[in-house]
């Protein structure tokens, strides 16, 4: 019988979001966040992070404020400045 173990040596406190809501443009990492809603839809703008570790599925940012971030379907979306 075999049996898949992750030993967890050490731990990190933070914040931390899924990769599905990490983008990156010009290989610089932003996610989106809801700035308003209105009767034409969504507004979203675009906010940059930083992150940091990386593990399984999930990623490490250094921005405690971002609060309605798109953690999903981001990447159907065009970046327009």
Sequence with gaps: MRVLVKVITSYTD????????????????FVYIL????????KLRIAPVRIGLVQDS???????????????GGYELNVEE
Excluded: C, M
């Design 14 to 29: 933070g914040w931390f979001l899924p990769k599905s809501a990490i983008h990156y443009k010009e290989e610089r990492p």
């Design 35 to 42: 700035d308003r809603v209105d009767s034409l839809g969504y």
């Design 58 to 72: 999930l990623v490490q940012i250094f921005d405690s404020t971002l609060t309605n971030v798109l953690i999903r």
